[in-house]
């Protein structure tokens, strides 16, 4: 088992980000205000049970995506996460604080985390991989000098 963790029906994912930016949803807030200056999260490790609330989140996320190509909208440079995070919040479907301390974004040293999700713009991999491989080699040198 990879986390011991009790699963409410929610997307599980690391905070990240606020509302008030297109990476995390921005231009599908409405105007009031309402929801557009909170905490969001990344896409790039999510959590989940595989349940009807779920399905029913990603096909609406689903069906969203489709109707703003249709449209001939932009699509977001960050693909579907700025989809997901706003109906995952709208929904209130959504968890950003279980994962904390178990998975961790561009980690430089080990602190007990699960998952090190390496995030950066979709198709410039270069610098992830040299992130990685930064990364995987301090765990080596951590192991040697146990």
């Given at each position: 088992m990879l986390f011991n963790i009790e699963l409410d029906n929610k997307l599980y994912a690391l905070k990240e980000g606020k509302t008030n930016n297109?990476?995390?949803?921005w231009d599908f807030f409405d105007d009031t205000g309402t929801q557009k200056n909170i905490?969001?999260?990344t896409t790039g490790t999510l959590l989940f049970n595989n349940c009807e609330e779920i399905k029913m989140l990603f096909f609406k996320v689903f069906n969203h995506i489709k109707k703003h190509i249709k449209e001939e909208k932009p699509i977001p440079w960050c693909l579907e996460q700025p989809f997901v995070v706003f109906h995952a919040i709208t929904e209130n479907l959504y968890n950003s604080r279980e994962l904390i301390?178990?998975?961790v974004s561009w980690p430089t040293e080990y602190n007990d985390e699960i998952i090190?999700?390496?995030?950066?713009?979709p198709g410039n991999y270069e610098y992830k991989i040299e992130g990685?491989?930064?990364y995987f080699n301090y765990m080596l040198e951590l192991k040697s000098g146990e």
């Open positions: 297109h990476k995390w949803g905490s969001a999260f301390g178990k998975v090190a999700h390496f995030p950066g713009f990685i491989e930064n």
